[in-house]
């Protein structure tokens, strides 16, 4: 990687740090914790866990289908992120931008989600 490379990561990622302390201030000023735990407190759990389970499988079938479009030249794991990595971008950003990361995420090797997995295809 070149240092170019470094430093526009590295300035990507003070920028996110920014943006998500700002996020954080903004819901700490304006979020009512009180309200936060009673609402927290009303959750049924047993009615939660069910659907985020069937949430998390529904997921998954999309990627499993998205890799079979793809001729699956993409592992699952990869196209379970780069799905979720569109329907992130789709929730933060206008006009269904997502559809566009999730092109871009596709083409772009060396994909990097997290701290954790490194994707390289």
Do not use: C, H
Request: charged share 15%.
């Amino acid at each position: 990687m070149t240092e170019k490379n470094k430093k526009g990561i590295n300035l990507r990622f003070v920028i996110g740090i920014v943006i998500s302390l700002v996020a954080l201030t903004m819901l700490i000023i304006l979020v009512d914790e009180q309200q936060v735990v009673a609402a927290l407190k009303q959750i049924n759990i047993l009615v939660v866990a069910p659907l985020m389970l069937l949430l998390a499988l529904a997921l998954l079938g999309r990627a499993f289908a998205w890799r079979i479009i793809l001729q699956e030249k993409v592992s699952l794991l990869q196209s379970f992120f780069i799905i979720n990595a569109g329907y992130l971008v789709n929730t933060i950003l206008p006009i269904r931008l997502g559809e566009l990361a999730r092109v871009f995420y596709y083409f772009r090797p060396g994909l990097v989600f997290g701290a954790q997995y490194r994707l390289s295809w």
